[in-house]
């Protein structure tokens, strides 16, 4: 079962609230919002929301990551 606070746009397409994204990065909202407006990490606006999907968020791990 999903967590009500994703909004499903397509078929399979997950999206997470800011707080979430911190969650799962592991990092302060403050880092978050540096990376934001360095325009490292596309965010969506549903309303007033801000969300990020999961496809694009898998992407900003993959290129973080060190190999």
Do not use: W
């Amino acid at each position: 079962m999903q967590n009500s606070t994703h909004i499903p746009s397509g078929p399979g397409e997950v999206y997470y609230t800011l707080p979430e994204v911190c969650t799962i990065l592991r990092i302060h909202r403050s880092s978050l919002t540096r990376i934001r407006k360095r325009k490292e990490l596309k965010t969506c606006h549903f309303g007033g929301s801000v969300r990020v999907s999961k496809t694009v968020l898998d992407k900003y791990i993959a290129d973080h990551t060190q190999q």
